[in-house]
């Protein structure tokens, strides 16, 4: 995958997620700067997306530890546990906003 791939992959992810945000009944807010995706809950938890362009993976920062994605057969999959991102974002999100919360229909 070249940079432009990369950032097109990046792009496409964070301005679903961001639809689905504006989407959501939680008390959720969000705020993009500079490619970095800030989630803040009602407690004042953040949770924090971004890229490493230099690795060409997609970072995701919650209170319970930090994720490296990769991009795999369609999906970004944590380089470590396997798990992919949706999986592991909906379950943070859920944690810190203290009730249940999906990003899919």
């Given amino acids: 995958m070249n940079d432009t791939e990369f950032h097109t992959l990046v792009d496409t992810?964070?301005?679903?997620?961001?639809?689905?945000?504006?989407?959501?009944?939680?008390?959720?807010?969000?705020?993009?700067?500079?490619?970095i995706l800030s989630i803040e809950f009602a407690n004042d938890s953040k949770v924090i997306i971004n890229r490493q362009e230099?690795?060409?993976?997609?970072?995701?920062?919650?209170?319970?530890?930090?994720?490296?994605?990769?991009?795999?057969?369609g999906d970004w999959v944590d380089d470590r546990s396997g798990q992919l991102f949706l999986d592991v974002l909906e379950k943070a999100c859920s944690e810190q906003a203290q009730e249940a919360i999906s990003f899919r229909d």
Avoid at 14 to 32: G, N
Avoid at 54 to 73: E, M, V
């Fill in 54 to 73: 230099p690795l060409h993976q997609l970072w995701l920062a919650t209170r319970s530890g930090g994720y490296h994605f990769n991009y795999k057969d």
């Fill in 13 to 35: 992810q964070l301005e679903w997620l961001e639809e689905q945000l504006d989407e959501s009944d939680a008390d959720i807010d969000y705020e993009t700067t500079g490619g």
